[in-house]
Nanobody, 131 residues
Framework: QVQLVESGGGSVQSGGSLRLSCAAS????????MGWFRQAPGKEREGVAA????????YYADSVKGRFTISQDNAKNTLYLQMNTLEPEDTAMYYC????????????????????????WGQGTQITVSS
């Protein structure tokens, strides 16, 4: 049973930083992706950042490139999202996700950032950025 538990959400002013953590249990597929997604009220869930564990390829949505950094600590089975220079447009519920499909080569960004690719989801953590 795969379980993903996010933490680190909260409220911050524009320009501030936050770091999200996702503790994963039961997920040991190295040739798969894990990612961060977000969903704002009235909007579809969108991919923010993803990482292909085998080799460490990373993928980012254009809106967060240069501001967000995804990383993972395999020893701790934990996924992180460092978010800097936060903007009000970053306000959303943020979800950690993991897939079970194996990729023998790093997937495309389109694949890695697609919510449809992911099978396991955390409960979400709210990020609110005020101007």
């Amino acid at each position: 049973q795969v379980q993903l538990v996010e933490s680190g959400g909260g409220s911050v002013q524009s320009g501030g930083s936050l770091r999200l953590s996702c503790a994963a249990s039961g997920h040991t597929y190295s040739k798969t992706c894990m990612g961060w997604f977000r969903q704002a009220p009235g909007k579809e869930r969108e991919g923010v950042a993803a990482i292909y564990a085998f080799g460490g390829s990373t993928y980012y949505a254009d809106s967060v490139k240069g501001r967000f950094t995804i990383s993972q600590d395999n020893a701790k089975n934990t996924l992180y999202l460092q978010m800097n220079t936060l903007e009000p447009e970053d306000t959303a519920m943020y979800y950690c996700a993991a897939e079970k499909d194996v990729h023998w080569v790093p997937p495309s960004a389109l694949t890695a950032l697609s919510p449809l690719q992911y099978n396991y989801w955390g409960q979400g953590t709210q990020i609110t950025v005020s101007s």
